[in-house]
């Protein structure tokens, strides 16, 4: 098979395109014959600085394609279903730029009809989304419509892929969606993902505009900046809200007040989709899976997530485009063209 490898962390050029044997899918995991990778800021960042247990590795944690074959002890019947995958390369050598990927078979998550273009961006943004939709003291463990239904949730940065994606699920999930941006471009997407307002945190003073609409402020905070949001989001919190922190985009530092936080009851809640507890992930997986079956989520430019498509040999310039931070989806087509 066609794959991409890189034997050593660095620049995107370590990366390379090499000819390999299938892998051979062991006890509890299945082969999927991959059509599309989704990328993430998480696979340049790996490219750049997670060690390499195995020697090598395919970047790629996300992707969508078919079950070609099941190790022992997996049901047969899932030859020839088509599959979303994630965390296909995390703690693991077999990523997702490549003809093929081996994964255990509880993250290979039938897709139904639903496009291979959809199932690559599940993996990473979607999952992430449930966790910070979910972790707080007063919100609901599953997501579903009406889930959250008497609530108000701020997306801070609502045009990039986990933003989208919180949009999206929360929106599906009956929320009331606030979104922040820095452009009226990225407002046009924001409120294509289904946020009910937006403002543009360079031009307009969010805690002023957000309190127009939610006057007691909001429940819950998904915050890709602490750094910088950290005082409006204080201002913002209701009592018993949760700001879910999901990335240290604009500095790795943050400073809060202790009291009004604590008469608040407030909580910070800090975010990584790999290391979430178990019966979490697995109930965001249900609860993505079941958002997709119902076309409550979807991608590309009029779901506020453009596509971006690569074909598998220029997966470098593909992980340059995510650390270049470009508005959208990128995309690598895996299957030979
Ligand atoms: N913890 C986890 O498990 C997890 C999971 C997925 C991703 N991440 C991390 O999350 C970050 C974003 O990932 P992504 O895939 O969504 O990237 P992305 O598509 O590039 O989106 C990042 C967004 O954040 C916005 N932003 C940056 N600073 C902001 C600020 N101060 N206020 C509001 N918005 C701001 C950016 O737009 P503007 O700069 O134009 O505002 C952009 O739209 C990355 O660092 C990634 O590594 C973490």
Request: proline share 7%; hydrophobic share 45%; charged share 20%.
């Amino acid at each position: 098979m066609k794959a991409i490898v890189y034997e050593r962390t660095g620049a995107p050029s370590v990366l390379e395109l090499v000819d390999r044997p299938e892998p051979e899918p062991g006890p509890g995991e299945v082969l999927v014959r991959l059509a599309v990778s989704g990328v993430n800021p998480t696979d340049w960042k790996g490219r750049r600085q997670r060690p390499l247990p195995a020697g090598w590795q395919t970047p790629g944690q996300d992707g969508a394609g078919v079950v070609e074959s099941v190790g022992a002890g997996v049901d047969q019947e899932l030859v020839g279903e088509r599959v979303w995958v994630w965390e296909a390369a995390w703690q693991r050598p077999w990523g997702t730029a490549a003809e093929y990927t081996v994964v255990p078979v509880r993250q290979a998550v039938p897709l139904g009809a639903a496009s291979f273009d959809l199932g690559a961006c599940l993996g990473i943004p979607f999952l992430t989304a449930h966790r910070c939709l979910t972790a707080g003291e007063y919100m609901p463990d599953r997501l579903h419509p009406g889930a959250l239904s008497d609530h108000v949730v701020l997306v801070q940065g609502g045009a990039g892929a986990v933003g989208n994606a919180t949009i999206q699920l929360a929106h599906w999930a009956d929320a009331c969606v606030i979104a922040t941006v820095s452009s009226p471009e990225k407002a046009q997407l924001a409120a294509a993902a289904g946020a009910s307002l937006v403002v543009n945190y360079r031009e307009q003073d969010v805690v002023q505009e957000v309190r127009k609409i939610a006057p007691d402020g909001v429940h819950t905070i998904v915050e890709v900046s602490a750094t910088r949001n950290a005082a409006a989001d204080v201002q913002l919190l209701r009592a018993g809200g949760a700001v879910c922190v999901y990335a240290d985009d604009g500095g790795d530092e943050v400073t809060l007040p202790i009291r009004p936080l604590m008469v608040a009851n407030a909580r910070w809640q800090f975010v990584l989709v790999y290391t979430a507890p178990r019966a979490a992930k697995a109930q965001a997986v249900t609860d993505v899976a079941a958002a997709v079956a119902q076309g409550g989520v979807r991608v590309g430019a009029e779901a506020g997530l453009p596509l971006h498509r690569y074909p598998l040999a220029e997966t470098a310039a593909a992980h340059q485009a995510v650390e270049d931070s470009v508005v959208g989806k990128v995309l690598i087509s895996t299957a030979e063209e």
